[in-house]
């Protein structure tokens, strides 16, 4: 059984920079695609960001697109999600997912974190 287990969330203030990392466990993640989500008070879960299994090809939400990173590295079975120039509207919880695919569709991930915070004062 597959565990991702997110960290690196916190508060912020506006402007400000975080970078989360999931890191799996129970077995490598290296032939999976692996996406961020986040889901703010009130709203359904989106798509943030995803990576092929090799990291190189990349997927954005138009909203974080020029302000967030993801990246990987397969050796520590870890993705990273750096986040730049964070607004009150990034303020959610943020979940790593694991897919056989590259894809923006939650119903294709099979495996998900528990979730981190992130909070971006104004």
């Known amino acids: 059984q597959v565990q991702l287990v997110e960290s690196g969330g916190g508060l912020v203030q506006a402007g400000g920079s975080l970078r989360l990392s999931c890191t799996a466990s129970?077995?490598?993640?290296?032939?999976?695609?692996m996406g961020w989500f986040r889901q703010a008070p009130g709203k359904e879960r989106e798509f943030v960001a995803a990576?092929?299994?090799?990291?190189?090809?990349?997927f954005y939400a138009d909203s974080v697109k020029g302000r967030f990173t993801i990246s990987r590295d397969n050796a520590k079975n870890t993705v990273y999600l750096q986040m730049n120039s964070l607004n009150p509207e990034d303020t959610a919880v943020y979940y790593c997912a694991a897919s056989t695919i590259v894809t923006k569709r939650i119903p294709d991930y099979d495996y998900w974190g528990q979730g981190t915070q992130v909070t971006v004062s104004s």
């Open positions: 990576v092929s299994w090799s990291g190189g090809s990349t």
């Open positions: 129970g077995r490598t993640l290296s032939n999976n695609a």
